[in-house]
């Protein structure tokens, strides 16, 4: 049997990237540098990693990154304060707050205090709104949730035109899963979105075409769950102990069963992963754009 072809997110991401990076030099035509700032709360080693890794990829691409580490014990008034002053500040054009947030900052003041034009994250109620409503095929013209996004180049790059698909979402989180959700709505599929609570499962994985797995539950999806020639687009990580004593990280998937399935399948690591930090940067340059009077544009 045939195996599944493989969406390399890697190559992907830099692809991306070099046309995220190309915008930026355009725009520095015209006097003018995207600035991203990121707001990382108390000590987190694998929140640390991320912040790293988005300021290093900002430098790569030519932006401007301001990096805010705030000790733990910041209260929310002061986290609040510093979002207002990079709300006005004309060099930020994205701002991201790492999450989780410690308690007891509430996540939701937080996200409804960044300036729904520097929502590079595509979590404020504005922008959710927006993504809820967008009419079929109309353009993303606003922030939209990084990995959703990258979700969604990735499968309309290796199927072309989504039109009347089955798609099943697995997963309802507002992170992954519900935007997921809106963006193949967007592209004209039939979408089903699945939770803890959906009744047979593997049945309706059958049905799909498109599946998007994000739960977070190693090698949860089974490749007897998998249509034949389905596109499987696996968001999960999850760290699993290798036989090394280090450790390995493995998706929602059972990659080795779903691989003679399935028509397309991301690897992780190295499928959505990658994805997610070029699409950050996409953003940040679209509202970079914006700030410059410019039309989003399709990089
Ligand atoms: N590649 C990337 O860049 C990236 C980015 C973000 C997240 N992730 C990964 O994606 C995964 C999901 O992340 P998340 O933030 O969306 O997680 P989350 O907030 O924990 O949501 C998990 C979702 O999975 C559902 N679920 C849990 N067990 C299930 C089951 N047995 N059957 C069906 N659905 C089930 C939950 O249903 P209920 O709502 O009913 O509880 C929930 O909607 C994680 O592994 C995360 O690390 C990857």
């Not at 490749?223 to 450790?247: C, E, F, H, S």
Request: with cysteine.
């Amino acid at each position: 049997m045939a195996e599944a072809k493989l969406l390399d997110g890697k190559a992907y991401a830099l692809r991306l990237r070099e046309r995220v990076a190309k915008g930026v030099a355009e725009l520095a035509s015209t006097g003018r540098k995207p600035g991203l700032a990121t707001i990382l709360v108390g000590v987190d080693p694998a929140s640390e990693v991320y912040v790293k890794s988005k300021t290093r990829v900002a430098a790569e691409l030519g932006m401007a990154s301001f990096d805010h580490r705030l000790p733990v014990g910041t209260s929310e008034t002061e986290l609040l304060a510093l979002i207002d002053t990079l709300n006005i500040d004309p060099s930020i054009h994205g701002i991201l707050v790492q999450l989780p947030l410690p308690k007891p900052i509430d996540t939701s003041h937080v996200l409804l205090a960044i300036d729904p034009n520097k929502d590079v994250d595509g979590f404020h109620p504005i922008n959710v709104g927006r993504l809820g409503s967008v009419a079929p095929g109309a353009p993303l013209d606003f922030p939209v949730p990084c990995t959703p996004l990258g979700v969604s180049m990735l499968l309309a790059d290796a199927l072309g035109s989504l039109s009347g698909r089955n798609a099943l979402v697995i997963g309802r989180s507002n992170l992954v899963g519900r935007p997921v959700a809106q963006l193949l709505l967007r592209a004209d599929c039939t979408v089903t979105i699945a939770h803890s609570r959906t009744r047979d499962l593997a049945a309706l994985c059958r049905t799909a075409d498109i599946a998007v797995v994000a739960i977070g539950k190693p090698g949860f999806v089974r490749g007897d769950w998998i249509k034949p020639g389905a596109a499987v687009i696996d968001v999960g990580i999850n760290r699993l102990p290798a036989d090394d004593g280090k450790t390995r990280l493995v998706g929602d998937v059972a990659f080795a069963e779903a691989l003679p399935v399935a028509g397309h399948l991301t690897p992780v690591p190295g499928g959505v992963g990658p994805m997610t930090v070029a699409c950050l940067l996409y953003n940040t340059l679209q509202e970079a754009r914006r700030a410059a009077g410019l039309p989003f544009a399709a990089v």
